[in-house]
T-cell receptor, first 115, second 112 residues
């Protein structure tokens, strides 16, 4: 069974540009999460999809971040326009369901560098 | 709000036991997790413990949970150089949402 995949693995952009990160969850997982780790600090939650619906977006830092999960399969996270403080590693995770199947499995992350 | 704390660094010798500690603040946490991150890799789920348990053992890994003190630990027996990595503990709040709250991670260095 393929794990969570993310693309690209690394992105370097200039301040003010736009970047779109993609996450493909484990097949059949209804839940998809985005997290990020900035400057070696703790990993912070961004948002949670259940299928195509946003269940919890309390961690989204501001309106420069837009996440979508059309069709309830893969998800994209767009940053527009990017700022220097957006640099970090963006992780995606998925889980089967709540209760049994609660375990969140993470992808390898996308390292975003804004210069 | 929730807060999870870990010591930043631990150094052990190969063959010794490693104990990585974590404290959390949300007494209503349902699950507590340990993840491992090797250099250049993503987060690997190592194990988890449900909040009504005190201990869970899985091969070389032992998780201890002290709910009274809100303290979680991960013991790795017979630590190997391949265990060198960053270890994150995470709690899941009991609010109906499923987000994880992570600690800053403990870097484990195993020397031969």
């Amino acid at each position: 069974e393929a794990g969570v995949t993310q693309f690209p693995s690394h992105s370097v952009i200039e301040k003010g540009q736009t970047v779109t990160l993609r996450c493909d969850p484990i097949s059949g997982h209804d839940n998809l999460y985005w997290y990020r780790r900035v400057m070696g600090k703790e990993i912070k939650f961004l948002l949670h999809f259940v299928k195509e619906s946003k269940q919890d977006e309390s961690g989204m830092p501001n309106n420069r971040f837009l996440a979508e999960r059309t069709g309830g399969t893969y998800s994209t996270l767009k940053v527009q326009p990017a700022e220097l403080e957006d640099s970090g590693v963006y992780f995606c995770a998925s889980s089967l369901r709540d209760g049994e199947g609660h375990e969140q499995y993470f992808g390898p992350g996308t390292r975003l560098t804004v210069t | 709000g929730e807060d999870v704390e870990q010591s930043l660094f631990l150094s052990v010798r190969e063959g010794d036991s490693s104990v990585i500690n974590c404290t959390y603040t949300d007494s209503s946490s349902t699950y507590l997790y340990w993840y491992k991150q090797e250099p250049g890799a993503g987060l690997q789920l190592l194990t988890y413990i449900f909040s009504n348990m005190d201990m869970k053992q899985d091969q070389r890994l032992t998780v201890l949970l002290n709910k009274k003190d809100k303290h979680l630990s991960l013991r790795i027996a017979d630590t190997q150089t391949g265990d060198s990595a960053i270890y994150f503990c995470a709690e899941r709040e009991n609010t109906g949402f499923q987000k994880l709250v992570f600690g800053t991670g403990t870097r484990l260095l195993v020397s031969p």
